[in-house]
């Protein structure tokens, strides 16, 4: 069974930049589409961007488009995000997410359409 473990949360001032990154153990996840969501507490999760199995077709949320980037790197069986002029409004504890899928380029944006999530990382903007 696949595990993920988000690393590169942190403290940032509004404008900066920072880069999650979502390593897979236990497995590989060639088989799995990927995805960034985010929550703040007492909200409901909320889809941030996914990526297709070979990493060919790739989607945002209107709220993050042109701003952040998603990407897997299959070789170190690992996904990113980077997140570039950051806002206050992006606070929250992001949360990495696979689920299988056959096809090959197809992205999910629900919670229920994956089954395998991380622990969470914590994102502070601040103002």
């Known amino acids: 069974q696949v595990q993920l473990a988000e690393s590169g949360g942190g403290l940032v001032q509004a404008g900066g930049s920072l880069r999650l990154s979502c390593a897979a153990s236990?497995?590989?996840?060639?088989?799995?589409?990927m995805a960034w969501f985010r929550q703040d507490p007492g909200k409901e999760r909320e889809f941030v961007a996914a990526?297709?199995?070979?990493?060919?077709?790739?989607d945002y949320a209107d709220s993050v488009k042109g701003r952040f980037t998603i990407s897997r790197d299959s070789a170190k069986n690992t996904m990113y995000l980077q997140m570039n002029s950051l806002k206050p409004e992006d606070t929250a504890v992001y949360y990495c997410?696979?689920?299988?899928?056959?096809?090959?380029?197809?992205?999910?944006?629900?919670?229920?359409?994956?089954?395998?999530w991380g622990q969470g990382t914590q994102v502070t903007v601040s103002s």
């Open positions: 997410a696979a689920g299988q899928d056959r096809s090959l380029v197809a992205v999910r944006y629900t919670p229920s359409d994956y089954d395998v």
């Open positions: 236990g497995g590989t996840l060639s088989n799995y589409v």
């Open positions: 990526i297709s199995r070979i990493g060919v077709r790739k």
